[in-house]
């Protein structure tokens, strides 16, 4: 993987997700040292990973603006720290039940996603055309 995390969704974007740096450090786990790069990284892998099962595929290299990528990597990244959460806290149900609303709008931003792929073309989901290769 060649792009930059801190290109696509930055450390301060959780915590502006999260309307406090107190709520997100309560998420990390305790060896990441305060620092939510390893979880955003990937997070970004498994977004990389939806748009190559995409007809027709999406690559990295494709990606003109890769900062189209945020949203899926903020939720992505919330739904795995709260999935984390739920076998390693005592408050389950509060986990439980933000797990499911960013795993939710992470699917939707998955499934929904359109991007700008190099030479400018739209491409949303199962609608952009076999001329760009």
């Known amino acids: 993987m060649t792009i930059a995390i801190d290109s696509v969704c930055t450390h301060d974007d959780l915590v502006n997700e ?8 309560e998420l990390l786990p305790r060896s990441a040292n305060g620092s939510s790069a390893g979880v955003r990284t990937k997070i970004l892998g498994r977004v990389l ?29 919330l739904e795995d720290l ?6 390693t806290s005592a408050e389950g149900d509060v986990h439980w ?11 939707e931003e998955i499934s929904g996603m359109t991007l700008t792929v190099c030479g ?7 609608s952009f055309s076999l001329e760009r290769r």
């Open 97 to 107: 039940a933000k797990y499911k609303i960013y795993r939710d709008k992470f699917s």
């Open 49 to 77: 990973s939806a748009l190559k099962r995409r007809m027709p595929p999406i690559t990295e290299s494709d990606l003109n603006d890769p900062t189209e990528l945020r949203d899926a990597v903020l939720y992505g990244t």
């Open 18 to 25: 999260l309307h406090s740096p107190e709520a997100l450090n």
């Open 82 to 87: 709260h999935m984390a959460g739920l076998t």
């Open 120 to 126: 400018g073309s739209t491409a949303g989901p199962m």
